[in-house]
């Protein structure tokens, strides 16, 4: 049976949030019900079996998702309890006195979003080859002019396709590669062995071409399996960068444990795929999407936490976005105090001054 319960999504363009959380829930409880019965599996086991005598043999069988007024409350405990945000990890000061740290991250998708399922288009795949031809070396050189760090989230593929991006990416030595899948996966969408598997892929490329394990990890569309966390701490992650509880670093919890894994949140409003994307349905003007960044650092400088933002080259980098991206870096070194980070260094301050 094909897997994917769901249309790939359009090319270039992330699960959406309320598509996330439809594929999530859906596959988590098929998931749970393959491992470990709960409540709102045997619920739905009896469902099925009331109709059984209704299905004619040979029919496939497709369970549907039993709606949340009918879960008995231990089910709705027990799915939300699977991640959930710990102790807040942000510390008084970041290094150097710093009120506020600024992390900005970019997903180096490229060509996997179009190759993941199966169904490329030459058009697609050309769009995707302009993140690494035009946009990231012209980000790379923003970057370069103001002398600020910067994480990069990479699949693997996407650094088999275009290899020489590890290079113009580590050349300064200021910046970060971290994981982001194997070929942009939906996690939510796999059995644990080959979510591990291309896990395990990803990471084995990634030391390969960097000379160091990675530390970092962002699931391709922060599209998260009830194994996803389990595999990070068995794996060795320092942090994750793909949840959305808060905005200062947190540590995540795993069924109500802590996992000593460092959360360093994210948000669709701080992320220029939902935003920019020229061919999504909530494409909006960079111009406004800058004074909603803008403000949120603001307020972020204020409260003294942290700004994440998560970019995409072949959306950012195009030439009326990148105006975008040098003003909002302008306005933010128009400020003082403020710690220009990867995600590996905040992840490691925020956990040392913690004790984690
Ligand atoms: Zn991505």
Not at 237 to 251: G, I, Q, T, V
Request: net charge negative; aromatic share 8%; hydrophobic share 40%.
């Amino acid at each position: 049976m094909n897997r994917r319960t769901t249309p790939p999504q359009s090319p270039g363009h992330p699960v959406s949030p309320s598509g996330a959380r439809r594929r999530g829930a859906r596959a988590t409880r098929g998931a749970r019900t393959s491992e470990r019965p709960r409540p709102a599996a045997l619920l739905l086991a009896g469902i099925l079996a009331a109709l059984a005598p209704a299905c004619q043999p040979g029919d496939t069988q497709q369970a549907e998702p039993i709606p949340g007024w009918e879960w008995p409350m231990d089910s709705v405990m027990d799915v939300v309890d699977d991640v959930r945000a710990g102790r807040d990890l942000n510390p008084e000061v970041w290094p150097g006195g710093g009120r506020v740290a600024v992390l900005l991250s970019f997903d180096v998708d490229n060509e996997t979003i179009p190759l993941r399922f199966g169904e490329p288009t030459i058009s697609d795949l050309s769009r995707g080859e302009y993140g690494a031809r035009v946009a990231l070396p012209r980000i790379l050189r923003l970057l370069d002019e103001h002398a600020i760090p910067a994480s990069f989230f990479v699949p693997a593929v996407s650094l088999m396709i275009a290899p020489e991006m590890a290079d113009a990416i580590q050349a300064s030595g200021r910046h970060e590669i971290a994981v982001h899948g194997f070929i942009h996966e939906l996690n939510s969408e796999l059995d644990r062995a080959t979510e591990r598997e291309l896990l395990v892929r990803a990471i084995d490329h990634l030391t390969e071409v960097m000379g160091e394990r990675p530390v970092g990890y962002r699931a391709p569309s922060w599209n998260f399996s009830p194994h996803t966390l389990e595999l990070l701490q068995e794996l060795g992650f320092l942090y994750d960068s793909s949840m959305m509880a808060d905005e200062r670093p947190y540590e995540l919890l795993a069924d109500g444990e802590p996992t000593g894994i460092v959360e360093l949140p994210v948000e669709w409003i701080l992320d220029d795929a939902p935003l920019l994307n020229p061919r999504g349905d909530r494409y909006s003007s960079p111009r406004d999407v800058l004074q909603v960044w803008k403000d949120e650092f603001d307020v972020a400088y204020r409260e003294g936490t942290m700004f994440i933002l998560t970019m995409h080259p072949h959306y950012i980098g195009h030439r009326s976005r990148i105006v975008v991206l040098r003003e909002l870096i302008d306005h933010i070194r128009s400020h003082d105090d403020v710690w220009w980070a990867t995600h590996r260094a905040a992840a490691e301050y925020a956990a040392e001054q913690a004790g984690l």
